[in-house]
């Protein structure tokens, strides 16, 4: 099976402070095996939304959180693509929202600010 990617190519959407999100682009991020679209998901920000498995069942059970079109990544595996490109802009998901990049969590980016490349399409 061909590996997928996406690769960032407008600054994403977010909380995050700008700079922090224009970091992103150009960042090449795995997609799972399979998550070959973007899809519509149920998320929150990352600054205000919900922390802990109690108030994220709760944030979707009363429909707090929004819908959200774009390619769901491996927190880890995003954070570890942006570190190779802006160790500071990493450092700021590290020091601001580590709840959010631990294993088993994902990153949803918008499918606007993305492409899909295969194992070959590296730039």
Request: with cysteine; net charge positive.
């Amino acid at each position: 099976m061909t590996r997928r990617f996406i690769r960032i190519i407008a600054v994403p959407p977010g909380e995050a402070p700008e700079e922090v999100r224009r970091a992103w682009v150009g960042v090449r991020i795995p997609l799972p095996l399979f998550h070959r679209h973007p899809r519509e998901w149920r998320s929150s920000g990352v600054l205000t939304g919900p922390k802990g498995l109690v108030a994220r069942v709760s944030a979707l059970l009363s429909g707090r959180l929004e819908r959200h079109r774009g390619y769901a990544v491996a927190a880890v595996a995003a954070m570890a693509a942006l570190e190779t490109r802006d160790p500071a802009a990493a450092r700021w998901w590290r020091e601001n929202v580590p709840h959010a990049i631990r294993p088993g969590k994902a990153f949803v980016f918008a499918a606007e600010a993305c492409v899909v490349e295969t194992d070959g399409d590296a730039a």
